[in-house]
Structures are given as structure tokens and as C-alpha cells.
């Protein structure tokens, strides 16, 4: 087993799967303190690195694309502090951070654990219920319907509607952007029968965010909801819907030769009996034919 224990937090590995527990150092993000301990499967990893700095240093996770609801929600966008998967090493460490990267690394070779993407989620996302408040709303989440819930704080055009209930089987798709610069950021959700280019501030299924200290936690409903959706690189289902299948017509069924025999012999009997004149018995023998 290999530890490293600092203010910024204590990642355990013990073969098969990190534990990653956030510090209480004034630098780690909320969004990392609020989501808490993780467990995160060899399986899931890409690669691990150590950066030296002259002060510090900083461990970092490389997770397969695809493993992680949260980061495929957030697109990268979660800065240093909020990130669960750097940790901030001191100085009078580094040797055992070195030690720490070198055991990961010997257990994916001997794993043989790829570095190529997956078609589902290996971590389960943030656990439900769950509600945040910022911006200009608060997001609830159950496991199964989005609730919005807007403040004093929200333009009138998006709260005129007042609160918004969101059936999770209609959500196509969840992003979440911080506020960057003169930007704001939001909480957005992609509604089938419901796209919409207008900005989060007049989208009744966003919420718009300001840049303030909670707007991380938003991110902690894009995953919940993310893990929940269908994977994006899952294969297509093999099973047809019922409804497809009571539409779709019979398939063609071999023809029985036998049958068609007995036929051509049932025809000819007729028509030397004289109940079918020549026409009749040529189209009739035709169409036996065609069937053969």
C-alpha cells in the first residue's frame, strides 16, 4: 500500500482502486470539500504525474475519457482547487509522491489497464438527493426529476413561469461553465422539444451564475444528473422497443415447396375437370411459380 498524507489531502492506493480524502487547508476548494471521499478503480486511470515546484509540487490523476461523470459535465473547466484529482505536495515529500506515482504506474503496466476511453461511467457521481443554491436559482436534484427554483435575483422573464420540474427522461444533455472573467457562468440543461439559444439568464432550464463562492457546487448537480443519463459512447442497444416491433411488418417466410407441389397438382386437376378454363390455369400456375 502507498500513502501520502498532506494539508491538501490523503490519497491511500492499495492495488486496486485510490482513496482520495480532501484536506481542511484553507486552499482546498468547496466543491472538493463538499464532495468528500472518493474511491476511484485502477480500471479508471490513465496515467498519474508528479510536477516539482520550488515551493511545492502537485500529484495529478489522468482518468480514462469517459469514467467520470463530473469531469465529462464540467469539460475540464474546474479550476485547481475544485480539481478531486490534483493533490498539492510539499516540498520535504517530494520523494514520497515519487514513490507514490512509481506504484500506480507499476500497477496499470501489470493490470495492463488501457489508456483508451470507455463506453460507460466507472465512478457512480455525486450521491442524491441534492440541492445547491447560487446565482440566480437553486437546482434539486432527486435521482429522478430536476427542480429550479428561482430567487429575487432572477430576470423576470425566466421566474414569470415561476418554478421549473424537469422529468430526468427528457434531458438530453447537462453542461455546467464556471464564470470566467466578465463572463457568467450556468448550470444548463438541453430539454428534447425544448433547445433554446437564449443566455442562461433568460433560459428557464438554466441557471445563471455569477462567479460567487457556491457556483462550483452547481457542478456537483451536472454530475449527479450526467451519471444518470446515458453514457455518449455506449453502443446502441440491441433490444427493439415493443412499439417497433408491433409496426414492423412479418418477415418473408420460406416458401414450402411441398405445398406448392401439391398445388400445381390441385390446379391441373381443376382444370381437366374443366372448373378452371385455359387463362384461369396459366395466371393461377404462374403465381405457384413465382412463390417457388
Request: charge should be negative.
Amino acid at each position: 500500500m502507498a500513502e501520502i498524507i498532506q494539508r491538501d489531502g490523503t490519497w491511500t492506493f492499495d492495488g486496486d482502486a485510490l482513496r482520495l480524502v480532501p484536506g481542511h487547508d484553507k486552499n482546498v476548494g468547496l466543491l472538493r470539500k463538499t464532495l468528500g471521499e472518493l474511491a476511484v478503480p485502477l480500471g479508471a486511470l490513465a496515467g498519474v504525474s508528479f510536477e516539482q515546484g520550488k515551493k511545492s509540487g502537485r500529484l495529478r490523476l489522468r482518468l480514462r475519457d469517459g469514467a467520470d461523470p463530473l469531469l465529462h459535465a464540467t469539460g475540464g473547466r474546474l479550476t485547481d482547487a475544485s480539481d478531486p484529482y490534483q493533490l498539492t505536495v510539499e516540498s520535504d515529500r517530494y520523494g514520497v509522491a515519487e514513490y507514490f506515482v512509481d506504484e500506480i504506474r507499476n500497477a496499470l503496466l501489470l493490470d495492463e489497464v488501457p489508456a483508451t476511453a470507455v463506453d460507460r461511467y466507472l465512478l457512480p457521481g455525486p450521491a442524491v438527493p441534492l440541492s445547491v443554491s447560487a446565482g440566480d436559482g437553486t437546482a434539486s436534484f432527486d435521482g429522478e426529476h430536476i427542480r429550479l427554483e428561482w430567487n429575487w435575483k432572477t430576470e423576470e422573464a425566466k421566474s414569470a413561469a415561476g418554478a421549473r420540474t424537469i422529468a430526468l427522461a427528457d434531458i438530453q444533455s447537462v453542461e455546467w461553465h464556471p464564470a470566467v472573467g466578465l463572463e457568467n457562468g450556468s448550470l444548463r440543461f438541453t430539454v428534447r422539444g425544448a433547445s433554446t439559444k437564449a443566455p442562461p439568464k433568460y433560459d428557464p432550464n438554466s441557471v445563471d451564475l455569477w462567479g460567487f463562492k457556491k457556483d462550483p457546487l452547481m457542478a456537483l448537480v451536472a454530475a449527479a444528473v450526467q451519471a444518470r443519463l446515458p453514457h455518449p459512447s455506449a453502443p446502441p442497444t440491441t433490444d427493439t422497443p415493443r412499439k417497433q416491433l408491433a409496426a414492423a411488418p412479418e418477415p418473408p417466410q420460406e416458401p414450402d415447396h411441398d405445398a406448392l407441389l401439391r398445388r400445381l397438382r390441385e390446379l391441373g386437376d381443376l382444370h381437366k375437370s374443366g372448373v378452371l378454363t385455359d387463362e384461369e390455369f396459366t395466371l393461377a400456375k404462374q403465381a405457384v411459380l413465382r412463390g417457388m
